[in-house]
């Protein structure tokens, strides 16, 4: 499978937790790393976290110390680790290479995450 594949989202209310995970076949990253992104309503897909093949990790300011991106090398697996989530409405979590837009793979489905009061 060329497309990774995203589960674990859902509707939470403000404040909560949630944990993301996305599959895809071994080695499909490859040097590139791997990422997290999403995609609000009527907005661009912006990037949400990424775990470089050097173990360095960045995320973006929004979600900096809420959000943690980690990754399980033996399963091929991706977690995003999403706590204090914000009331900010429904997104769509995508995971993919985290090289920038030359490099992506197939989008896979994606995972919703709404976001409550």
């Known amino acids: 499978q060329v497309q990774p594949v995203e589960s674990g989202g859902a509707l939470v209310q403000a404040g909560g937790s949630l944990r993301l995970s996305c599959v895809a076949s071994?080695?499909?990253?490859?040097?590139?790393?791997m990422a997290w992104y999403r995609q609000g309503l009527g907005a661009q897909r912006e990037l949400v976290a990424r775990?470089?093949?050097?173990?360095?990790?960045n995320h973006n300011e929004s979600v900096e110390g809420r959000f943690t991106i980690s990754k399980d090398s033996g399963k091929g697996t991706v977690i995003l680790e999403m706590s204090r989530v914000r009331a900010e409405g429904r997104a769509v979590y995508y995971c993919?290479?985290?090289?920038?837009?030359?490099?992506?793979?197939?989008w896979g489905q994606g995972n919703q995450v709404t976001g409550c009061s």
């Open positions: 993919n290479r985290g090289a920038g837009a030359s490099t992506f793979i197939p």
């Open positions: 071994r080695g499909i990253f490859g040097p590139y790393g």
């Open positions: 775990f470089a093949n050097t173990g360095v990790t």
